[in-house]
């Protein structure tokens, strides 16, 4: 730390308390941006808990004054006061801040509450990076913070987020298939209905269809070989009840150097379409290459099953629902986890996210 930022971070002792913990507030905007820029520095350096706490337990006058002049200041730093310009090289740091804060608030069941923290880390966002690593922070925070709300199932605050992400960084393949899941989710789920294909959507449902399919394939023109899009590509046109296309789409999944997870998705997905034609042994067929790509996988068993059973062989479908019954869980079905997300992954994400906000910004 320079002697400007000792110097600053001495001042804020004091200032701190009177400024974010409950006492009058002072007007002096450089006492307000050394406050703020010391708790910015409370949570870079480690101590989250406090630097929450501080946040979320003060009065937001302070918070709602600096903010705007950190937004200001990034059209012109050189015209800012030093703790400004502090702030802004600590941007990743006090953009994860408040998204922590709104973590911390929405796990305790004050969802509302989140949003006092969430709003004032997407403004924070807002500013241009004027470096790489700010840059690569930026990128990771929009796709983190976007799967978290989906998983939240917030999918509304998903796509507004992932989008706005996505005018940032155009050529970001991450952002644009984190916001094509979160378009396919919010328009699966118009109808609250999940595995069956609906020809009649919803005007809104179908459009959020639609942009998922333009984003997936415009993934697959850019890399052929993004297996994640094609299966959700095959999966959208599905839905949309574009059979045929989704068969060939989720027919090139099935290369051995496909990853398992998605080979076992896109035999589930095909044979689930094949079933609802009535194509009962191919569906068989390809419920069977599911449960071999990822055994166990209950969606796939229960398919093959009714499939067994449909084609009049009881026996075998019993036998299959008895071993499955027996057998113990080794992993979970990612079908479960396919329309929302993994939360253990989206959890990952996000403190990957904190790594990378917490080696970022020195005073200037």
């Known amino acids: 730390m320079t002697k400007v930022c000792a110097g600053i971070a001495a001042l804020a002792v004091g200032l701190q308390a009177g400024s974010l913990r409950g006492e009058p507030p002072r007007r002096d905007p450089v006492a307000d941006a050394i406050a703020y820029f010391k708790l910015v520095e409370e949570y870079r350096h480690g101590d989250s808990d ?6 979320i337990t003060g009065k937001p006058e302070v918070i709602l004054r600096v903010i705007p002049e950190v937004r200001k200041a990034a059209a012109n730093p050189a015209g800012a006061n030093v703790p400004i310009r502090a702030i802004l090289a600590a941007l990743p740091a006090a953009v994860m801040l408040h998204t922590e804060a709104g973590l911390y608030l929405n796990w305790n069941g004050e969802g509302a509450r989140a949003w006092s923290q ?10 241009d990076p004027t470096t790489r690593e700010q840059s690569d922070f930026l990128r990771a925070w929009y796709r983190a913070l976007g799967s978290f ?3 939240s199932y917030l999918a509304r605050d998903a796509v507004a987020l992932l989008e706005r992400g996505l005018q940032r960084f155009p050529d970001d393949m991450a952002i644009a298939l984190a916001l094509g899941q979160a378009c396919e989710a919010r328009g699966t789920f118009a109808e609250g209905q999940i595995l069956s294909a609906r020809p009649n959507l919803l005007s809104d449902a179908r459009r959020d269809l639609l942009t998922a399919e333009r984003l997936y394939r415009d993934l697959l023109a850019r890399d052929p070989s993004l297996a994640e899009a094609r299966l959700h590509l095959g999966r959208v046109l599905d839905i949309d009840g574009r059979s045929d296309a989704a068969l060939i789409e989720l027919r090139q999944l099935g290369a051995a150097s496909v990853e398992a997870r998605l080979r076992y ?3 589930l997905f095909a044979g689930d379409l094949l079933r609802r034609q009535a194509r009962l042994a191919d569906a068989r067929d390809d419920f069977a290459l599911a449960v071999e790509a990822w055994p166990g996988g209950q969606a796939a068993s229960l398919g093959l099953a009714e499939a067994l059973q449909s084609l009049g062989e009881p026996e075998a479908a019993s036998a299959l629902m008895a071993a499955l019954e027996d057998r113990e869980p080794v992993r979970p079905d990612p079908f479960r986890s396919y329309h929302f997300g993994d939360r253990v992954e989206q959890k990952r994400r996000l403190e990957a996210v904190k790594v990378m906000a917490r080696g970022g910004g020195t005073m200037p």
Not at 50 to 55: D, E, R
Not at 119 to 126: N, S
């Open 118 to 127: 969430w709003t004032p880390a997407q403004i924070l966002a807002e500013v």
């Open 50 to 55: 406090g630097a929450i706490q501080t946040l």
């Open 149 to 151: 709300f989906l998983g």
């Open 265 to 267: 998705m896109g035999h």
